[in-house]
């Protein structure tokens, strides 16, 4: 896997959540062979031992039960020492979600019927923003205070957290809310985490300005995700496939972020080297 990423030019791969235990050793070698560097790792790296598929939220920092709670500290403990080991630079998190039901794809999907303007549509977007609004304050204090415990731990090895926004209209921090969260967590080891795809799905369904949003986030910013979307949520495409509009996007990418391609397992490597050379074509060398 790591020889085919370096063999398309790449010199730095990210570690995502996907990655088993027993893959672990074979990805060190590489590493400690100069065959590939690791730029990013993303939360739970490696899996917790006996999950075989890809599951960053597994285990919830806003779970009400202390035992999950504990399990997502230790597991993302594993991903600190693992982050450290390779000689990455940053984690990419998930601060987990409020306990409702799914909006997200039942929103995306009137969106795809033409419902976007209906009353029931309207009634759906602000039934999900009073919900949340009105459920967020516990599981978020149970979030935070985890990550004051990891970011204690992570700055002890110069790493950087960086905060992902999520699709999910229940996942935390909201959009309305990172501001007030960076200035609780203002912090070279805490920064902001930019999904272009995420961000994407968000301004179809009408919740954000995509540009506006990641514009706001230009004085924590750290780095990407980078992948288009078909309109309206079917996303990590290859640039230039889909929708986003990666040429007005590109004053906010600076030459110190870390961009990582985010692409599906099933785009081919000529479709991805083509996106590839298209976002190059916009941001310049990434």
């Known amino acids: 896997m790591l020889r085919e990423i370096r063999d398309m030019g790449f010199e730095y791969a990210e570690l ?25 790792l993303h939360n739970f790296c490696p899996l917790p031992i006996g999950v075989n598929h890809a599951a960053p939220n597994l285990f919830k920092f806003t779970s009400s039960d202390l035992r ?11 991903t600190i020492e693992t982050a450290a080991r390779v000689g990455a630079k940053l984690i990419v998190l998930h601060m987990g979600a409020i306990d409702m039901k799914d909006y997200t794809d039942k929103l995306i999907d009137m969106v795809e019927r033409g419902e976007k303007d209906s009353p029931k549509y309207e009634k759906l977007c602000n039934e999900v923003m009073e919900k ?12 935070y205070d985890m990550l004051r415990r990891i970011e204690e731990q992570a700055a002890a090895r110069g790493l950087i957290l960086g905060i992902e926004n999520r699709e999910a209209l229940e996942e935390i921090p909201f959009e309305s809310d990172f501001g007030l969260f960076f200035k609780e967590f203002n912090s070279p080891t805490v920064r902001y985490w930019h999904d272009c ?47 986003i ?42």
């Open 132 to 143: 949340r609004e009105a459920k967020k304050e516990k599981p978020s204090q149970f979030a």
């Open 245 to 286: 509009d990666f040429a007005g996007l590109a004053k906010f990418a600076k030459p110190d972020h870390i961009k990582v391609f985010e692409l599906s397992p099933g785009v081919a490597p000529e479709d991805a080297a083509k996106g590839i050379a298209h976002l190059k074509s916009l941001w310049g060398p990434v």
């Open 68 to 78: 999950e709670r504990e399990n997502a500290f230790r597991h993302t403990t594993k």
């Open 16 to 40: 995502s959540h996907g990655i088993r235990i027993s893959l672990l050793p074979g990805v060190i070698e590489a590493v400690d062979a100069g065959e590939i560097k690791i730029s990013t």
């Open 197 to 243: 795809g995420h961000a994407q799905i968000k301004e179809n369904i009408g919740f954000i300005n995509h540009a506006m949003h990641l514009e706001s986030m230009a004085e924590y910013q750290a780095g990407f995700h980078i992948h288009d979307v078909m309109f309206p949520g079917q996303d990590h495409c290859p640039p230039g496939s889909g929708m």
